[in-house]
Nanobody
Framework: EVQLQASGGGLVQAGGSLRLSCAASGFSFDDYAIGWFRQAPGKEREGVSCISAGDRSTYYGDSVKGRFTVSRDNAKNTIYLQMNSLKPEDTASYFC?????????WGQGTQVTVSS
């Protein structure tokens, strides 16, 4: 069974940092891209970042470029999202995602709240 579990969220002041983790299991983690998405109340889900499998190329949404960094540790089946210079508009529930054998899998979200 494919499972993704995000953790590391919390309450932080504007300008602060958090590191999110997403632990994966149930599939060959090394071979699949993993993405981070977020959703704030009343807003659509937004793609934040993604890291590929082989060359570990990365993608960032315009709103987080230069502030967030995604990485992966294949030995631990875990990806990370280092979030720096956080802003109140980064407040959302953050989810990790993978597309495996024709289906999207979503982990349970972790809440990030940035106070001004």
């Amino acid at each position: 069974e494919v499972q993704l579990q995000a953790s590391g969220g919390g309450l932080v002041q504007a300008g602060g940092s958090l590191r999110l983790s997403c632990a994966a299991s149930g599939f060959s983690f090394d071979d699949y891209a993993i993405g981070w998405f977020r959703q704030a109340p009343g807003k659509e889900r937004e793609g934040v970042s993604c890291i590929s499998a082989g060359d570990r190329s990365t993608y960032y949404g315009d709103s987080v470029k230069g502030r967030f960094t995604v990485s992966r540790d294949n030995a631990k089946n875990t990806i990370y999202l280092q979030m720096n210079s956080l802003k109140p508009e980064d407040t959302a529930s953050y989810f990790c995602n993978t597309y495996y054998r024709g289906r999207n899998y979503w982990g349970q979200g972790t809440q990030v709240t940035v106070s001004s």
